[in-house]
């Protein structure tokens, strides 16, 4: 589709093209590309769910990661073969209820790695979800199968979550805007009061900055009950597309606090974009905040574990533990020997890795990094089966190829991976753009205006619905 999900809209409203015409384009653009991109986790659905014929985006093709928004009646499967026919959602999530109201036609789910962990979507259920700008390369995790239909063309947009990076990840890997909110900006509820004790959060990957924009005014805001609540914006999300943001104060850095290597296209990709705001008016200087990487190991491993054990002790239909993969029924036995203090100490971690960054925004109003630390990884290199792997050495090995993504989780802070980059051979580079807690406005702000300098739309992936090879 070569528009975007706001464009849709307006033709459908316009009369120009109706909703329906756009769901059969949708269906058969999913079909040409997903042979090769395996980025379906099931079949389409029979008909798209339930949704408002006067919303925002009405009409506008969409799709769901297979962990959720749950959506009452539709089987999840969480990337694994292990919970046999799927756990079919009892009621929709807050979170669905407002996709719907914004009028998003949901035609499906797309892949993830099993149980939402790691950055490569390569689970033993389905298979491998490919990139459509190199085929033989990942599509990123843990919302692989999302990032790489948007990518393709084959839907404007798609939901998404992120609980290390898992939204910036595969925006990076596909070419794809990639915003992680603020925590509590989106509602979790009711059935989670906060995923991964406030790790993770939902939103969507985009094509464009203004999709973002438009879908974050549908669906932001508290529900009744939640445990936390995001500052409200000034004024609708979209008044920020353009806005002047002022001149910023910006950090920038290439340098991983864990200390692994940075590939020279990928770090290069991040400083251009750092002259660039610069010669947009802003003060940039080398400068990020002084973490303690095992602080940040320590702050989300342990409560990884609890969260999902406890999950699935509670969950309508328990996985089949022979049918786990290695690193899955590794994480459950480690899950049951933790304890409740090695818990409080991840909680002081947390503690210290946010007062740490905290202070650092005192005086930045953005920091600029890479989202990767290397370009989209051969199928296979990130290893799921080794059951012998501690889960600890397992996280470190994700975050060997995504260091820069992990530490916001930590800190609840406004995170956008922007497809600013471009390798020698073709393959897209994000670079990740953080702000103060509550500042999504001045993200978009900034972002618009690097979309309008760095025409990223114009750049097709060779795997495209809109290629006419791309079923060849």
Same mark, same amino acid.
């Not at 999902?308 to 029924?329: K, Q």
């Given at each position: 589709?070569?528009?975007?999900?706001?464009?849709?809209?307006?033709?459908?409203?316009?009369?120009?093209?109706?909703?329906?015409?756009?769901?059969?384009?949708?269906?058969?653009?999913?079909?040409?590309?997903?042979?090769?991109?395996?980025?379906?986790?099931?079949?389409?659905?029979?008909?798209?769910?339930?949704?408002?014929?006067?919303?925002?985006?009405?009409?506008?093709?969409?799709?769901?990661?297979?962990?959720?928004?749950?959506?009452?009646?539709?089987?999840?499967?969480?990337?694994?073969?292990?919970?046999?026919?799927?756990?079919?959602?009892?009621?929709?999530?807050?979170?669905?209820?407002?996709?719907?109201?914004?009028?998003?036609?949901?035609?499906?789910?797309?892949?993830?790695?099993?149980?939402?962990?790691?950055?490569?979507?390569?689970?033993?259920?389905?298979?491998?979800?490919?990139?459509?700008?190199?085929?033989?390369?990942?599509?990123?995790?843990?919302?692989?199968?999302?990032?790489?239909?948007?990518?393709?063309?084959?839907?404007?947009?798609?939901?998404?979550?992120?609980?290390?990076?898992?939204?910036?990840?595969?925006?990076?890997?596909?070419?794809?805007?990639?915003?992680?909110?603020?925590?509590?900006?989106?509602?979790?509820?009711?059935?989670?009061?906060?995923?991964?004790?406030?790790?993770?959060?939902?939103?969507?990957?985009?094509?464009?900055?203004?999709?973002?924009?438009?879908?974050?005014?549908?669906?932001?805001?508290?529900?009744?009950?939640?445990?936390?609540?995001?500052?409200?914006?000034?004024?609708?999300?979209?008044?920020?597309?353009?806005?002047?943001?002022?001149?910023?104060?910006?950090?920038?850095?290439?340098?991983?606090?864990?200390?692994?290597?940075?590939?020279?296209?990928?770090?290069?990709?991040?400083?251009?974009?750092?002259?660039?705001?610069?010669?947009?008016?802003?003060?940039?200087?080398?400068?990020?905040?002084?973490?303690?990487?095992?602080?940040?190991?320590?702050?989300?491993?342990?409560?990884?574990?609890?969260?999902?054990?406890?999950?699935?002790?509670?969950?309508?239909?328990?996985?089949?533990?022979?049918?786990?993969?290695?690193?899955?029924?590794?994480?459950?036995?480690?899950?049951?020997?933790?304890?409740?203090?090695?818990?409080?100490?991840?909680?002081?971690?947390?503690?210290?890795?946010?007062?740490?960054?905290?202070?650092?925004?005192?005086?930045?109003?953005?920091?600029?990094?890479?989202?990767?630390?290397? !370009? +989209? =990884?051969? #199928?296979?290199?990130?290893?799921?089966?080794?059951?012998? *792997?501690? /889960? &600890? %050495?397992?996280? $470190?090995?994700?975050?060997?190829?995504?260091?820069?993504?992990?530490?916001?989780?930590?800190?609840?802070?406004?995170?956008?991976? !922007? +497809? =600013?980059? #471009?390798?020698?051979?073709?393959?897209?580079?994000?670079? *990740?753009? /953080? &702000? %103060?807690?509550? $500042?999504?406005?001045?993200?978009?702000?900034?972002?618009?205006?690097?979309?309008?300098?760095?025409?990223?739309?114009?750049?097709?992936? +060779? =795997?495209?619905?809109?290629?006419?090879?791309?079923?060849?």
């Amino acid at each position: 589709m070569r528009y975007d999900a706001v464009a849709l809209s307006e033709l459908i409203r316009a009369g120009e093209i109706s909703a329906a015409e756009v769901e059969s384009l949708a269906r058969t653009a999913i079909g040409r590309v997903n042979g090769r991109l395996n980025a379906l986790a099931t079949p389409l659905f029979e008909t798209t769910l339930a949704h408002a014929a006067d919303g925002p985006l009405a009409g506008v093709p969409f799709l769901i990661k297979d962990i959720g928004p749950m959506a009452a009646g539709v089987p999840f499967f969480m990337g694994s073969r292990s919970l046999g026919a799927g756990v079919p959602a009892r009621h929709d999530s807050e979170l669905m209820r407002r996709f719907r109201a914004a009028g998003l036609a949901t035609l499906g789910l797309t892949t993830m790695p099993e149980m939402s962990l790691g950055f490569s979507t390569e689970p033993v259920r389905t298979g491998p979800t490919r990139n459509p700008w190199h085929t033989g390369r990942g599509a990123g995790g843990s919302s692989g199968g999302s990032a790489a239909l948007v990518a393709a063309g084959a839907v404007p947009i798609a939901h998404a979550s992120d609980g290390a990076g898992s939204i910036r990840v595969p925006a990076s890997c596909c070419g794809l805007v990639g915003l992680m909110p603020s925590r509590g900006r989106t509602p979790c509820g009711p059935d989670l009061g906060e995923p991964v004790f406030g790790l993770s959060c939902a939103f969507a990957v985009t094509r464009t900055v203004r999709d973002t924009a438009h879908l974050l005014d549908a669906v932001h805001g508290p529900a009744a009950g939640d445990k936390y609540t995001a500052p409200p914006p000034a004024r609708p999300y979209q008044d920020e597309l353009g806005a002047d943001p002022g001149r910023l104060r910006v950090a920038v850095t290439t340098e991983a606090w864990s200390g692994v290597p940075v590939e020279a296209e990928v770090a290069e990709a991040a400083l251009a974009m750092a002259r660039l705001l610069e010669e947009q008016g802003h003060q940039v200087e080398a400068a990020r905040p002084a973490l303690e990487w095992e602080d940040v190991i320590e702050a989300l491993v342990a409560p990884q574990l609890a969260f999902l054990a406890g999950v699935f002790r509670h969950a309508p239909r328990p996985p089949d533990p022979s049918l786990l993969e290695g690193m899955s029924r590794r994480l459950f036995e480690e899950a049951a020997r933790l304890s409740v203090l090695e818990l409080v100490a991840a909680f002081d971690a947390q503690n210290r890795v946010s007062r740490s960054v905290g202070a650092f925004f005192t005086g930045y109003d953005l920091l600029v990094t890479p989202s990767l630390a290397r !370009l +989209p =990884l051969p #199928h296979g290199t990130l290893r799921y089966d080794d059951p012998d *792997q501690p /889960v &600890a %050495g397992f996280v $470190r090995a994700q975050f060997a190829y995504g260091p820069f993504t992990p530490p916001f989780n930590v800190t609840g802070q406004p995170a956008i991976s !922007l +497809p =600013l980059g #471009h390798s020698a051979d073709g393959l897209p580079i994000g670079v *990740q753009v /953080v &702000a %103060g807690y509550g $500042r999504e406005d001045l993200l978009i702000r900034v972002a618009s205006r690097l979309e309008q300098a760095v025409p990223w739309h114009d750049r097709i992936p +060779p =795997l495209s619905a809109a290629r006419e090879d791309a079923c060849t």
